[in-house]
């Protein structure tokens, strides 16, 4: 999870324990153990985010006290992944206003960093942009979402940004309006894995 390393082996007849193994370099000889298991899999949780490593397995068994010679190598490298997301813009918009929502996102690395989302944009209702509510909606090339109101919005929004389970959304109120729209995932909309999504949803309230 969150991008870790995850290794794999056949089970060993009569093993009641596996020792996994991990070093930076192709030598198992001065591996660093760094785990056990009783099944066959094993998530590497303190992976750094970035640094390839090399694995080995060594299987143990309690009845006799003696440990297999290590297994054939395997790397991995864990990934970097957002956990936590978040949506920067405006709270309110009103008639004539124009107004930028930029999404950014915490890593597992600790780092972070602004995202640029495939945005989408739609009615809850109807699937669609109602134009005579909300006339200009821009996507830039960097990710960043643009809303040019035309005039007085009688429809609720929300910003929702996500990647994979993770979501994050901003409520926007217009014309003295604001309501929960009903949260849609990247499953729902046919949201490409892997990718941020974007959505600016409005609802017509009138």
Sequence with gaps: ???????????????????????????????????????????????????????????????????SASSSYDTGCRLKVPVSLAIAG???????????????????????????????????????????????????TNGVLSVAAEQELDVSVDVIVGYNSLTASKHVLTHGRMSFSTALDNTELNFTKEAYYGIWCCRNVL
Aim: net charge negative; charged share 15%; with cysteine.
């Design 90 to 140: 405006p709270d309110e918009l009103t008639a004539g206003s124009n107004a930028t929502y930029v999404c950014s996102a915490t890593y597992n690395d600790g780092t972070s960093g602004i995202v640029q989302p495939n945005w989408r944009v739609m009615d809850t209702e109807t699937g669609e942009v109602d134009s005579y509510y909300i006339r200009y909606i821009t996507i830039s």
């Design 1 to 67: 999870s969150g991008g870790s390393p995850k290794i794999t082996w056949e089970k060993v007849s009569g093993a009641t324990k596996y020792y996994i193994y991990r070093n930076t370099s192709n030598d198992s000889s001065s591996a660093t153990e760094i785990g056990n298991t009783t099944g066959t899999s094993y998530s590497d949780t303190t992976a750094v985010v970035g640094t390839t490593y090399y694995y080995w397995v060594k299987a143990y068994r309690s009845d006799n006290g003696l440990y």
